[in-house]
C-alpha cells in the first residue's frame, strides 16, 4: 500500500503561484490513479486534479487553465503547480491515490496525504 506525504502549501497573495508536491513510498506510483482534493470547512470535499494511471488527466471546471498536475515516475512524486491562485483556492489540500486506472473527480480514493494548507489572501 503506497503511503503519502505532501508539502508545498503557504500563503499568497491572489494571483501568485503556488507548487504543492507529494511524495510517495511503499509503492510506485505508476501503479495508481493518483491527484488532488481540497476541503475547505463546511463545505463539501472537492476533487480538483487527477493523473490517471494510463497518463489522462482531468482537472475541476474552477481550476482549468490554472493548476497542472504532473507525476514524475523516477522520483515517485506527484506534483500540482498552481498559477493565477484565486481566494477561493483556500483549503486544506490533500494528495490522494487509487489504486485503479481511473479515479472520478467524485470518486473516493483509497489512500490520502496528510494535507497541506494553501492561503490565498486577495
Known amino acids: 500500500q503506497v503511503q503519502l506525504k505532501d508539502s508545498g502549501g503557504g500563503s499568497v497573495q491572489a494571483g501568485g503561484s503556488l507548487r504543492l508536491s507529494c511524495a510517495a513510498s511503499g509503492d510506485t506510483v505508476d501503479k495508481y490513479s493518483m491527484g488532488w482534493f481540497r476541503q475547505t470547512p463546511g463545505k463539501e470535499r472537492e476533487g480538483v486534479a487527477l493523473?490517471?494511471?494510463?497518463?489522462?488527466?482531468t482537472y475541476a471546471d474552477s481550476v482549468q487553465g490554472r493548476f497542472t498536475i504532473s507525476v514524475d515516475n523516477d522520483a515517485n512524486t506527484l506534483y500540482l503547480q498552481m498559477h493565477a491562485l484565486r481566494p477561493e483556492d483556500t483549503a486544506m489540500y490533500y494528495c490522494?491515490?487509487?489504486?485503479?486506472?481511473?479515479?472520478?473527480?467524485?470518486?473516493?480514493?483509497?489512500?490520502w496525504g496528510q494535507g497541506t494548507q494553501v492561503t490565498v489572501s486577495s
Open positions: 493523473i490517471h494511471r494510463m497518463g489522462a488527466t
Open positions: 490522494v491515490a487509487a489504486r485503479r486506472s481511473f479515479l472520478p473527480l467524485e470518486g473516493e480514493p483509497d489512500t
